[in-house]
């Protein structure tokens, strides 16, 4: 027999909660992730997993991230209101919805056009008016839109990304994970001024690796 307590309220509200509790605690990103239905960008196989914290597969062999990550990153990028934000790596989009209630503009490039047109769906679906979305190899950014105030890659650089740190404002942030194996360090690149950068190692993530060029796609 089915709990029918365990609705959708329920168990987003114990997402929030496991979020706080392992440092997710600015209340503005819990809230951009509570008002953001993780349902609507999950595969039908997946949807009555939508509230874990958890990644899950989507197409073209990626992955929707993990609550907790999506929130530490979030979180990691101190945005303010009137921020222009770069995401590399468009993925379902769910990131890119988190990102758009707590900035102005987001700017995001997806290197798989399968994907990009089903996150364009969803951000029509939902009303969002601040996304602007391009098909192309993230690991080049928005040269033409740079500079940014905060960038946030959600694909595995090898090395440290000169060219988006280039496409930053100079005291702008840019939130990555870092490095060539399966486990890698999630870091934040925060500009001092006068054109060098704090660095920060946060935790170590698995995010899949960020490649050169789009994808060909049958």
Do not use: H
């Not at 209340?27 to 953001?36: D, F, Q, S």
Request: proline share 7%; glycine share 8%; charged share 25%.
């Amino acid at each position: 027999m089915a709990d029918e307590t365990d609705t959708p309220e329920t168990r987003m509200a114990r997402l929030i909660l496991a979020l706080r509790s392992q440092g997710v605690t600015d209340p503005k990103v819990l809230n951009a992730i509570e008002t953001t239905p993780r349902e609507i960008f999950t595969p039908d196989l997946f949807k009555e997993r939508a509230w874990e914290d958890s990644a899950l597969p989507i197409a073209c062999g990626q992955t929707i991230s993990q609550p907790f990550i999506v929130g530490l990153m979030t979180q990691a990028l101190q945005l303010e209101p009137r921020a222009r934000v770069l995401e590399i790596g468009t993925g379902s989009g769910y990131q890119t919805t988190v990102l758009s209630k707590l900035s102005r503009l987001v700017y995001t490039v997806e290197r798989y056009r399968t994907l990009l047109r089903e996150a364009e769906a969803r951000f029509k679906v939902l009303g969002l008016t601040n996304v602007i979305t391009r098909f192309g190899d993230g690991g080049e950014g928005w040269p033409e839109q740079a500079p940014f105030d905060r960038v946030m890659v959600t694909a595995a650089a090898p090395n440290e990304p000169t060219k988006l740190l280039a496409q930053l404002k100079p005291t702008g942030v840019l939130v990555a994970p870092i490095g060539k194996g399966p486990v890698q360090s999630l870091r934040r690149y925060t500009g001092d001024g006068q054109g060098g950068f704090k660095v920060e190692e946060l935790t170590e993530v698995r995010f899949v690796p960020l490649l050169d060029g789009v994808a060909r796609e049958l």
